[in-house]
Nanobody, 124 residues
């Protein structure tokens, strides 16, 4: 079993920045795809960013491209999401997830393990 625990976020002013972290424990391996998804109140959970097992490839949702950066430190079993130029539309609970494979993938279906999420609220 794998446990994912997110941290970071909180209340941020529009235009500001914050960084989220996700630490994996349990049966961890550095070979798996990791991703961030988010869910705003009353909306479906949506893809934000993904990174391949070796960190060489990334992919972003159009809504965050150029503002968010996903990175990983396999030695620390940690994945990060640097979030810049935040807007109120970025307000959501952010979840990290671990995929079944090693390649980047935007589909929720390939992610096997999920964290409980961390709240990011952007004030205008």
């Amino acid at each position: 079993q794998v446990q994912l625990v997110e941290s970071g976020g909180g209340l941020v002013q529009a235009g500001g920045s914050t960084i989220l972290s996700c630490v994996a424990s349990g049966r961890t391996s550095s070979n798996y795809t990791m991703a961030w998804f988010r869910q705003a109140p009353g909306k479906e959970r949506e893809f934000v960013a993904t990174i391949s097992g070796n960190g060489a490839a990334t992919s972003y949702a159009d809504s965050v491209k150029g503002r968010f950066t996903i990175a990983r430190d396999n030695a620390k079993n940690t994945v990060y999401l640097q979030m810049n130029s935040l807007t109120p539309e970025d307000t959501a609970v952010y979840h990290c997830a671990r995929g079944r494979g090693s390649a980047v993938d935007r589909s929720r279906n390939v992610y096997e393990f999920w964290g409980q999420g961390t709240q990011v609220t952007v004030s205008s």
